[in-house]
């Protein structure tokens, strides 16, 4: 079985010891493809860094975390344009977070539109970062029917009505992570109404690790745990599960 970790920061400061023997480590448990999902111009070096050192296995994306976005947004965005030349495979992490903080909503609704725009004229998915603002999130996304977006919700928590909103605005699809294997989490309940054609595999590690490995630091090599869960609650087999979210990751990012 093979799988695709579709959200991983495997070149944060958390991997700083381990980051090359991490790759080796997934690969060994069957995931041989990560997308890196941007975040600001403080990490971007180290994340291109490591995905030329693992080419076929790698794949970088570019965008502007939203809570990277402040006052000093537009220097940020500048800095990007000094990798407008690399390879990438989406425009993300992109969104809006109101989670953290609402000082900079503004800002953060303006610099979300400006990546869609240019995901749009890459002809690139985008990866949606929507903590605690959904409802932004579809509004500025009606407002961009024209753009005929696609992509992935990231860490995808909402309500199957939620999900039923979203397919009208784009081709979009879902990232299922290690939330999934958390007790009493309510997107257990959601994703048994979510086609798995519209679900993607991720970890966003080094963060949201899956049981039985809560607590500690997460990593790509636990995508297989995900899966399993998942395959439970469809009551499938874990082989299914790998077969179509590895077609879906691979078909959205063009890998």
Known sequence: MQFVDTHSHLYDEAFAADMDLAVERASQAGVTRIILPDIDSQTREEMFSLAERHPGSLYPCLGLHPTSVDAGWQTEMEKMEAYSGKEIRAIGEIGIDCYWSREYLDQQKEVFRIQLQKAHELNLPVIIHSRESTEIILDILRSCRSLDLRGVF????GSRETFREIQKLGDWHVGIGGVLTFKKASIAETVKDIPLERILLETDSPYLTPVPFRGQRNESAYIPHIASRLAGIKGIDISE????????????FNI
């Open 154 to 157: 990231h860490a995808y928590s």
């Open 241 to 252: 599960i790998a077969a179509q979210t590895t077609e879906n990751a691979k078909q959205l």
